[in-house]
């Protein structure tokens, strides 16, 4: 019954700009922090945004100024929005869910439940 829908992954240029959604279902959406995780061959998965119930954001050093989450609870979506993308960015990425408090740097397995992952490859 849980559902966490991705799209919006693909290939882009360096410099270059990429939406991810995530479309939830069969929990209570409005309740849940949601948090964008990526991993990349041969490296833990780690947090890249958050976005609590309360539209209350945060991000690592690596995202700031760059990386823009958002949710939709009209849509029980979440989105990732990023821009100037690097080769370094290239990795699955990943949205989960987790009720109540949530934040980019609370561990994985914190988290309720994940989404598919979807490939973001930077490259010229």
């Known amino acids: 019954e849980v559902q966490l829908v991705k799209s919006g992954g693909g290939l882009v240029q360096p410099g270059g700009s990429l939406r991810l959604s995530c479309a939830a279902s069969?929990?209570?959406?409005?309740?849940?922090?949601m948090s964008w995780f990526r991993q990349a061959p041969g490296k833990e998965r780690e947090g890249v945004a958050s976005?609590?119930?309360?539209?209350?954001?945060t991000y690592p050093n690596s995202a700031k100024g760059r990386f823009t989450i958002s949710r939709d609870n009209a849509k029980n979506t979440v989105y990732l929005q990023m821009n100037s993308l690097k080769p370094d960015d290239t990795a699955m990425y990943y949205c989960?869910?987790?009720?109540?408090?949530?934040?980019?740097?609370?561990?994985?397995?914190?988290?309720?439940?994940w989404g598919q992952g979807t490939q973001v490859t930077v490259s010229s």
């Open positions: 989960a869910a987790r009720r109540g408090r949530v934040a980019w740097n609370i561990h994985p397995t914190s988290f309720t439940y």
């Open positions: 069969g929990f209570s959406f409005i309740v849940y922090g």
């Open positions: 976005v609590d119930s309360d539209g209350s954001t």
